[in-house]
């Protein structure tokens, strides 16, 4: 790791704040590093896209904090999805690592990958797990110590990009609608591109 990771005061914040400011972090595991370029925001109450609507449980629990926590889990029984929980503990949120760009490990990030490179082989979550070689039991790793899996300072995006959340077609209309998902503007690392428009003014939950 050549940077020392975010402090847990950075996570304890709201969720959307952090998806905003995740923008261009570093993900670091052994040589690999990914600089994240699209997010998505999850938060519960009443957020019924956040897996905190069913309560809390053994898969769920690293979702209620502490901040600066990861959050794993298997989504299809397939893909690892690394979310990094903010807000205060006890809260539910999280933020979906969504894209990365690689920036160090790059013969490592394409064997896991199958030996795909460039965009479309981590314009996903499940690809960025892969990449990062996570499984379930990196839930409830502490990111924000040098440990195995660490979040970096990276480096600003010049522009943002707001659009809604993918794949949440079981949540309800009005927060399947909410413009929660994140990405740097001018990156070619970013998946589902029509959705998303230049970020405007600051997005709350409806009440």
């Known amino acids: 790791m050549a940077a020392e990771p975010l402090r847990r005061a950075f996570f304890a914040r709201d969720v959307v704040d952090v ?3 995740l923008i261009g972090r570093t993900l670091h595991r052994d040589s690999v590093v990914l600089r994240v370029t699209e997010t998505e925001a999850y938060k519960w109450p ?6 905190a609507k069913a309560g809390r449980t053994p898969r ?3 979702l209620f904090g502490p901040p600066g926590r990861a959050y794993v889990y298997l ?5 690892n999805l690394l979310n990094l929980v903010t807000g205060d503990d006890g809260q539910a949120q999280a933020v979906l690592i969504r894209a990365c760009e690689p920036v160090g490990g790059l013969d490592v990030v394409a064997q896991r990958r199958g030996g795909r490179r460039g965009p479309a082989s981590l314009d996903g979550p499940g690809k960025v797990g892969q990449a990062l070689g996570l499984d379930t039991t990196w839930s409830n790793h502490d990111v924000t110590a040098p ?6 300072p990276g480096t600003p995006p010049q522009g943002l990009l707001a659009g809604p959340r993918i794949g949440i077609d079981y949540a309800l209309p009005e927060h399947r609608d909410l413009p929660w998902r994140f990405a740097e503007a001018d990156s070619r690392w970013v998946g589902h591109r029509k959705s998303l428009r230049p970020l405007g003014a600051a997005v709350t939950m409806p009440a």
């Open 147 to 152: 440990s195995g899996l660490e979040v970096g």
């Open 60 to 62: 769920t629990e690293p």
């Open 75 to 79: 989504c299809y029984g397939i893909h």
């Open 46 to 51: 009443p957020d019924t896209a956040c897996h």
């Open 19 to 21: 998806a905003r400011d």
